[in-house]
């Protein structure tokens, strides 16, 4: 099956620790995005990457980091920096240029304790 | 900035009742704008695209619609199974990497 996958589905941090969030897609897309939900908000573009080995600050990059050394994956780390990480996070990605459509994953709720 | 606001927050519907939702929007130069349901603690699913002011799309019981200044997602007769969060979003030409999304309309269909 083609689609985005994304892992774990819950995961709790202790203040002050570090996690990585999985975001793998087999869809052969050359963009993906990281966004993050909370309620009562629109998704809020954290980090987005067109093409391997680059990527770009969104709109809340405070706190985390990226990295995007194969097509198929694009992790994100939320650092012991970003003061309020508790949210659903969803990776999202898109074919490329001449296609607009992004497709969302599952998400990742992130829960610190 | 690119803005999107939708209208009403929360839905809730007879089986059957059709209605519509609103999505007002301020773009620097439309390129595309995109309607998705989430259901709860899921991803958003992928709906329609529109591109230009007059343009309809529709997919089973739903119908989306764009002005110049505003897109209509008409739910006709909607059933329990119809119930989700609904998410508007825009692209811009001049920031066409991202998309900018509304805090979405939560519907609720009754049986």
């Known amino acids: 099956d083609g689609g985005i996958t994304q892992s774990p589905k819950y995961l709790f941090r202790k203040e002050g620790q570090n996690v990585t969030l999985s975001c793998e897609q087999n869809l052969n897309h050359d963009a993906m995005y990281w966004y993050r939900q909370d309620p009562g908000q629109g998704l809020r573009l954290i980090y987005y990457s067109q093409i391997v080995n680059d990527f770009q600050k969104g709109d809340i990059a405070e706190g985390y980091s990226v990295s995007r050394e194969k097509k198929e994956s694009f992790p994100l780390t939320v650092t012991s920096a970003q003061k309020n990480p508790t949210a659903f996070y969803l990776c999202?990605?898109?074919?490329?240029?001449?296609?607009?459509?992004?497709?969302f994953g599952p998400g990742t709720r992130l829960t610190v304790l | 900035e690119d803005q999107v606001t939708q209208s009403p927050e929360a839905l809730r519907l007879q089986e059957g009742e059709s209605s519509s939702l609103n999505c007002s929007y301020t773009v620097s130069g439309l390129r595309g704008l995109f309607w998705y349901r989430q259901d709860p603690g899921k991803g958003p699913e992928f709906l329609f695209t529109l591109y230009s002011a007059g343009e309809e799309k529709e997919k089973e019981r739903l119908k989306a619609t764009l002005t110049k200044k505003e897109s209509f997602l008409h739910i006709t007769a909607p059933k329990p199974e119809d119930s989700a969060t609904y998410l508007c979003?825009?692209?811009?030409?001049?920031?066409?990497?991202?998309?900018?999304f509304g805090a979405g309309t939560t519907v609720t269909v009754r049986a």
């Open positions: 979003a825009v692209q811009a030409y001049s920031n066409d990497y991202k998309l900018s």
């Open positions: 999202a990605s898109r074919l490329g240029s001449g296609s607009n459509t992004q497709y």
